[in-house]
């Protein structure tokens, strides 16, 4: 591969909101580049999501729609967002889903798509495949991306920083100069290439990985953020982090994820003592808001002292609709010996989605010149202070495609660029990353951000957090600065940066709103 590439556009990350992107790119421009760091590029967070994306109920109005993400959100959402959302989501859900991927969405007996229900929605407006729509999406799409000739599709490439007119470039007046986002420079097969565009949109997914327990995969360490953070780019909302109220408690399980619309089909959840307990906490009991939900669950724990609660399925139907609907929870819990069809899945909150991210215009536009970010990195004030939910593949789809809008109604200004000789990378050590410490740092971010920085906040244990998280960040600096760039160090490098933002973003906010919970 040369050293260095040139492309018109540049999308990092290939979840739903890059692939998106780069489908439609791939029809306006002459050059797309994609890049992800996975070998499969199927592989990210949106192949995970289960309960379905957002189309429309009947009855159904974007202005509902608005009203249920608002109300999720604690009223600190951006309108426009949302509204932009709900107005254009649904078309595009038909036009590049339906019609263009030919997902394979579930119907019901009349053959119609079947509609479910999450929490905080008014209306069943959610289309779904089985539990699995992330992963049908994401074949289609990728498949897709795969057909456009004029889209290089680059793998197991690891971004290790945006390129900054005012960073890199070896003019030393440029730095006068608004700072200008040129590309990205990568490792690939262990060589370090540049890649040169015109703009460059960042799709990189969430940011699970630095805490202990997450639905998110390992592969969600944060990268867009960090990178965008040392490029100087403005970043907001990062207090906002998601808890999902219902993962599977298993002592040998990572915690997976049990869908929200699991509750939707009529899932109670019920303490240890057997009883329902959401109609003490929100009149729309096990379907208010995840923000709600997870803090009762919680509150019911602490109260009994117990380490979980349970997720009851009995009123979703038979053994065969619970098995038809959902078949992957339903063999995932069978291989820890949990019988859905017959007995209460044991289930806790863990972290689940970034509401903040890199701040956005409603047409992805960063702070920084040439930069656009869409999806769960990037955030244009959508999800307010929590993210109502199947939300996030909606958002993917519609911000990935506008974004791109944007770049082709505006193509004379991105296509006109100075001249700025942009070296190679200087690399400025050559030791080997070592797996046991980075390992350990990761353990140490995790539990950090897990025992500070969860659900329930206080101004102690966020100042601790802080203070713990910039020594380890000074000691990865270091660390990393000596070794050679290798995956596993950029990942940890990128998760604490990441890892601080949150944190400090928390200690900030001394107001509760939505997922970010100040007990004091
Ligand atoms: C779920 O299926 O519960 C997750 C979907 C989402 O996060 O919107």
């Not at 798509?113 to 779904?128: M, V, W």
């Not at 700072?179 to 703009?199: C, F, H, M, N, T």
């Not at 944007?406 to 990353?433: A, F, L, S």
């Not at 160090?489 to 509760?512: D, M, Q, Y």
Request: a neutral charge.
């Amino acid at each position: 591969m040369a050293e260095t590439i040139h492309t018109e556009i540049l999308i990092i990350g290939s979840g739903i909101a890059g692939g998106t992107a780069a489908l439609y790119a791939s029809k306006l421009f002459e050059r797309v580049t994609l890049v992800t760091k996975e070998k499969n590029i199927e592989n990210c967070n949106s192949y995970y999501a289960q309960g379905g994306i957002i189309y429309r109920g009947n009855p159904d109005s974007p202005e509902l729609l608005v009203q249920d993400i608002l109300y999720a959100g604690g009223k600190i959402n951006k309108k426009s967002a949302a509204e932009v959302l709900a107005k254009e989501g649904p078309d595009l859900v038909e036009e590049i889903l339906i019609k263009e991927l030919e997902i394979d969405f579930s119907k019901n007996e009349k053959g119609e798509l079947d509609l479910t229900e999450e929490g905080g929605h008014q209306s069943r407006r959610i289309i779904h495949s089985e539990d699995q729509t992330g992963k049908k999406i994401e074949i289609a799409l990728t498949q897709a991306l795969y057909r456009q000739k004029n889209i290089e599709i680059i793998s197991d490439f690891m971004a290790i920083d945006l390129i900054s007119s005012s960073h890199h470039s070896p003019n030393p007046l440029d730095v006068y100069e608004e700072p200008e986002i040129l590309g990205v420079y990568g490792l690939k097969d262990g060589k370090i290439i540049k890649i040169l565009s015109r703009a460059t949109i960042l799709a990189t997914g969430g940011i699970g990985n630095i805490y202990l327990h997450s639905t998110n995969p390992d592969m969600a360490s944060g990268d867009g953020i960090a990178m965008a953070d040392r490029a100087g780019a403005r970043i907001i909302n990062m207090e906002y982090t998601q808890f999902h109220p219902t993962t599977l408690f298993h002592k040998d399980s990572k915690r997976f994820l049990i869908s929200e619309s699991v509750r939707g089909e009529g899932a109670v959840l019920r303490n240890k003592k057997q009883e329902a307990f959401m109609e003490k906490y929100h009149p729309m009991k096990d379907l208010a808001p995840r923000d709600i939900v997870t803090r009762a669950i919680l509150s019911e724990m602490t109260e009994r002292k117990e380490n979980y609660v349970y997720l009851d399925l009995s009123k979703v139907g038979t053994k065969e609709k619970i098995k038809n609907r959902f078949p992957h929870i339903y063999h995932s819990c069978m291989e820890y010996d949990i019988d859905i069809t017959e007995e209460m899945i044991p289930v806790v909150p863990a972290y689940h989605f970034s509401c903040g991210g890199i701040f956005t215009d409603i047409f992805g536009k960063t702070t920084l010149k040439r930069l656009f970010a869409v999806g769960e990195t990037a955030c244009t004030g959508l999800h307010g202070g929590n993210r109502l939910a199947s939300t996030s593949l909606l958002e993917g789809l519609v911000y990935g495609q506008r974004a791109v809008d944007c770049i082709y109604k505006n193509w004379k200004k991105y296509k006109k660029i100075k001249k700025y000789e942009i070296p190679q990378w200087k690399v400025t050590g050559d030791e080997k990353e070592d797996k046991a410490l980075i390992f350990q740092d990761w353990g140490t971010v995790k539990s950090i951000m897990w025992n500070y920085v969860g659900p329930i906040r206080n101004s102690k244990r966020l100042a601790r957090a802080l203070k713990d998280l910039n020594q380890l960040a000074d000691t990865v600096e270091d660390f990393y600065l000596y070794c050679y760039p290798e995956r596993n160090i950029i990942e940890l490098r990128n998760g604490i940066r990441t890892a601080k933002v949150v944190a400090l973003s928390a200690w900030k906010n001394k107001k509760s709103i939505g997922a970010h919970f100040r007990e004091d």
